[in-house]
């Protein structure tokens, strides 16, 4: 009996796990890496490259990187990027404020005076999702 139950409970578990494939395009130039960060809290830690759920450091070989998340159990999920040219491990600002190096959010959010959000770069993971970010700069 305890057999059958623990055999349910790992086949239910593997069952509710997928696949998150990053496709990363326009990015502007091969020097230093790509953060990814995979975030699944609706707070303000989100783009915060330490408080992420899953993250990578990715090597850039041309305009467009490809990046999977495995085994990642369905919910909802937001993805944030950076180009960190420099391999500083931070987003750079110039005197002003705004980003000197790529970034990028799931949907494609592109707020005006402020980094994406949450709320609005969330999307919802029950299998397996691709999804595309463009980078700006």
Same mark, same amino acid.
């Given at each position: 009996?305890?057999? =059958?139950? =623990?055999?349910?409970?790992?086949? +239910?578990?593997?069952?509710?796990?997928?696949?998150? +494939? &990053?496709? &990363?395009?326009?990015?502007?130039? +091969? @020097?230093?890496? =790509?953060?990814? %960060?995979?975030?699944?809290?609706?707070?303000?830690? /989100?783009?915060?490259?330490? $408080?992420? /759920? @899953?993250?990578?450091?990715?090597? !850039? $070989?041309?305009?467009?990187? &490809?990046?999977?998340?495995?085994?990642?159990?369905?919910?909802?999920?937001?993805?944030?990027?950076?180009?960190?040219?420099? @391999?500083?491990?931070? =987003?750079?600002?110039?005197?002003?404020?705004?980003?000197?190096?790529?970034? %990028?959010?799931?949907?494609? !959010?592109?707020?005006? /005076?402020?980094?994406?959000? /949450? $709320?609005?770069?969330?999307?919802?993971?029950? %299998?397996?999702?691709? !999804? +595309?970010? $463009?980078?700006?700069?």
């Amino acid at each position: 009996m305890n057999r =059958l139950v =623990l055999a349910v409970i790992v086949l +239910t578990c593997s069952m509710s796990a997928g696949d998150i +494939t &990053v496709e &990363v395009k326009n990015i502007l130039n +091969t @020097k230093g890496k =790509l953060d990814i %960060g995979l975030y699944n809290k609706e707070d303000d830690s /989100f783009g915060d490259r330490e $408080k992420n /759920f @899953k993250g990578a450091e990715v090597a !850039i $070989k041309g305009k467009t990187v &490809v990046y999977k998340f495995t085994d990642v159990p369905d919910g909802t999920y937001a993805v944030a990027v950076i180009h960190d040219e420099n @391999k500083n491990n931070k =987003l750079d600002r110039n005197f002003f404020g705004i980003p000197s190096e790529g970034y %990028g959010f799931s949907n494609n !959010i592109r707020p005006m /005076f402020r980094g994406a959000n /949450f $709320k609005e770069s969330k999307f919802r993971l029950n %299998g397996d999702k691709k !999804i +595309t970010i $463009k980078m700006g700069y």
